[in-house]
DNA sequence: TTGAGAATTCCCGGATTTTGATAATCTGGC
DNA sequence: GCCAGATTATCAAAATCCGGGAATTCTCAA
């Protein structure tokens, strides 16, 4: 194990339940010597990526929030989604809309929104928040951006993962996988119940940048709002405002770069 | 400089002007020879602070989208925030909301909010948002929080930035200084004029945890709509909800520790 | 303000690790 | 399936990192 990997496996150890770790703590949980910890922990404050609390400890520092807030500024998805999703949420009613975006092997919500007037903030609504990780094989969010992805990419997902892949009933070979990815792709927004939040309906639609998925819009309810005429009135605006977010990527990449020989398509996330 | 330091360096050249970097850029930036760089890269990748963009090259990875979710879920003055700047930013009208905290030496805004119906987003919505770092001595918001800290932690600033603070006006000696921010700390709301943005006014008040100022809630509005009467008012709008952000807290801290002797005051940045 | 106690940095020899040019391998687009 | 470019593996030289403990600085309470 190298000193680089050292160094940033020191980041691992910050979690929601310790937010909070001392040089102590550290030591302990990565069996380094105090000195050496002394040394990683002050690199990592130079670049303020951690923050000293006085005696308490250290902290997460303010350069992830600004980095963050680099990412956001650079990202299309996010620019166009802040134009649509309050309006999705404001008429879907009592629920979570989330953006999440397909991010390297895994699927992050990039953005979400709930209903303004919604005072007793859903129990899920704190859940669902930038930066939230979800399972690659598991929810309707997730699933909608697998079944589209190109063969080449689920050959080797399916290589890697195939454990998961079974776990999570997506087909135990090969053939049952492709079979039920390519039902997912049969209708334009694909529904889930209870597969990550007990109790919970999640109706996604997949976004495309010139073709290629790369997120997927999700309005998540309860599911004793499910009964068809509104689940059909839902699954109709998720699908047009997915439909519409990647008119808008489109818009802007036209704007960006005014008509290259055959629109070349922007680079995305691999 | 040792390669802790010149890995973390590697995070130092994204910017929203230029987030994508191919290693061979990377190289050149920081002059390092490419076999070393494809090195850290690899590790910066692995750890997920840096994600692979296929040819394009790298962009910042989707670890510090979880950090920050972190960060958020633990932040005390963010919870208690977003109860009460939506609310404020609909009843002071054409501005936009920030609440900005005091992070090590520095002064970062964590949170915004708008009116929801500012269809077309004025310029400075844009600007601010969380993450955006505000100078230390310029601006209302970052002026109230320095003028409410102790005297022993603003000697120490005096000491360190002395020229930054002769250069913002506040003082080119220690008893200036100190006379500045005593007048800042008379009236409970600071307002300043375009210290930061062109024709912007900001109206700032402190926010307390147990006595200690550790934030500041401010409202950004066009200098067009200042007048007596209108500011009068959004000044005791900010002024009270600054207050209630200090109750929300207290109250927080009651909840998790429930009286111990004398009200231990809880841990909070340095 | 001062002082006790803790936190943090400094120090330094010896060896483990890192370094970096080059070769081998892999990848993805055509 | 093939090829250019991207990425990883290799390996000997040598620079840098490690880590126990001393020295220093910082923090907080009285």
Known sequence: MSSLERLLSILDVFSEDK????IEDIAAARRYPKSTVYR??????????????????????PRIIELDRQIQACDPLLTVGRRILPEL??????????????????VLCIDSAARSSSLPAS?????YRRGR????????ASKVILAHLPSRRLTKLFAQYAPDIKAAGLGSDWPAFRRNLQ???EKPVYATSSEIDKGVLGLSAPIFDDKRVIAS?????????????????IAEL?????AAIGDGLARLVDVAEPMPKPAKRSARRS
């Not at 129990?123 to 859940?127: L, P, Q, T, W």
């Not at 399972?135 to 309707?140: A, D, H, V």
Request: overall charge positive; aromatic content about 8%.
């Open 133 to 140: 990780p979800m399972p690659l094989f598991r929810g309707s």
């Open 183 to 185: 039902a997912i792709r």
């Open 40 to 61: 990683y922990v002050k690199e990592l404050r130079d670049s303020r990526l951690l923050l000293s609390v006085g005696r308490a400890g250290y902290i997460l520092g």
């Open 217 to 233: 819009l999700t309005f998540a309810m309860p599911e004793k709002r499910d009964n068809s005429k509104a689940s059909a009135k």
């Open 19 to 22: 937010p909070i770790w001392t």
């Open 238 to 242: 998720v699908a047009t405002r997915a």
């Open 89 to 106: 949420a404001e008429k879907a009613g009592e629920g979570v809309v989330l953006l999440c975006s397909l991010y390297g092997d895994g």
């Open 123 to 127: 129990n899920f609504n704190v859940s």
